[in-house]
T-cell receptor, first 113, second 116 residues
Framework: QQQVKQSPQSLIVQKGGISIINCAYE??????FPWYQQFPGKGPALLIA?????SEKKEGRFTISFNKSAKQFSLHIMDSQPGDSATYFC????????????FGSGTQLTVLP | DTAVSQTPKYLVTQMGNDKSIKCEQN?????MYWYKQDSKKFLKIMFS???????INETVPNRFSPKSPDKAHLNLHINSLELGDSAVYFC???????????????FGEGSWLTVV
């Protein structure tokens, strides 16, 4: 059972455009929602994260929008750059002694120059 | 300095062999993990471990076993390797505190395992 569903699987955007990746979750106990960025040959790295007590968080060109009632959250990349080309994963977890992240299936973003 | 380091980066081995992947973190974190990334890039947790508890994903075959000699190390042992074990294995760690940053998981660069 996939607890975090991510779409689209792949995304191609022109330089300067807006990239939008969506995720939906099922477990209402999730209280932490990060986005990870993974470049080829590297491990995933935290990009930005949000807790459900806020509806939006912005860090530079990256924004998370969170809709608790719909159990959905999304990543917006403004002014997308070729260097943003990577695989993006949404994730969710609950607080606890072992903070296990449940990942979405990933989105391969390609930003064309 | 690499925060979470794992060795080897690449490993090619034959079916039936036993192999280990080593992991070390110098972040002072109290929890370490092993994740598996398959050919479709899907990330799935295998184990999480701190000095109090080991949590095993029930879908992980018992041929896989984590071993932690100390707080900074969590090695992955795999017995009787099968073709389907070919994947990228990521070690990771996270700190104790329960702030937003405390949920951050830091990943190593991965170990590419190919079973032939």
């Amino acid at each position: 059972q996939q607890q975090v569903k991510q779409s689209p699987q792949s995304l191609i955007v022109q330089k300067g455009g807006i990239s939008i990746i969506n995720c939906a979750y099922e477990n209402t106990a999730f209280d932490y929602f990060p986005w990870y960025q993974q470049f080829p040959g590297k491990g995933p790295a935290l990009l930005i994260a949000i807790r459900p007590d806020v509806s939006e968080k912005k860090e530079g060109r990256f924004t998370i929008s969170f809709n608790k009632s719909a159990k959905q959250f999304s990543l917006h990349i403004m002014d997308s750059q070729p260097g943003d080309s990577a695989t993006y994963f949404c994730a969710a977890s609950t607080s606890g002694s072992a903070r296990q992240l449940t990942f979405g299936s990933g989105t391969q973003l390609t930003v064309l120059p | 300095d690499t925060a979470v380091s794992q060795t080897p980066k690449y490993l090619v081995t034959q079916m039936g062999n036993d192999k280990s992947i080593k992991c070390e973190q110098n972040l002072g974190h109290d929890t370490m993990y092993w994740y598996k990334q398959d050919s479709k890039k899907f990330l799935k947790i295998m184990f999480s471990y701190n000095n109090k508890e080991l949590i095993i994903n029930e879908t992980v075959p018992n041929r896989f076993s984590p071993k932690s000699p100390d707080k900074a190390h969590l090695n992955l042992h795999i017995n009787s390797l099968e073709l389907g074990d070919s994947a990228v294995y990521f070690c990771a760690s996270s700190p104790r505190d329960r702030s937003l940053s405390g949920n951050t998981i830091y990943f190593g660069e991965g170990s590419w395992l190919t079973v032939v």
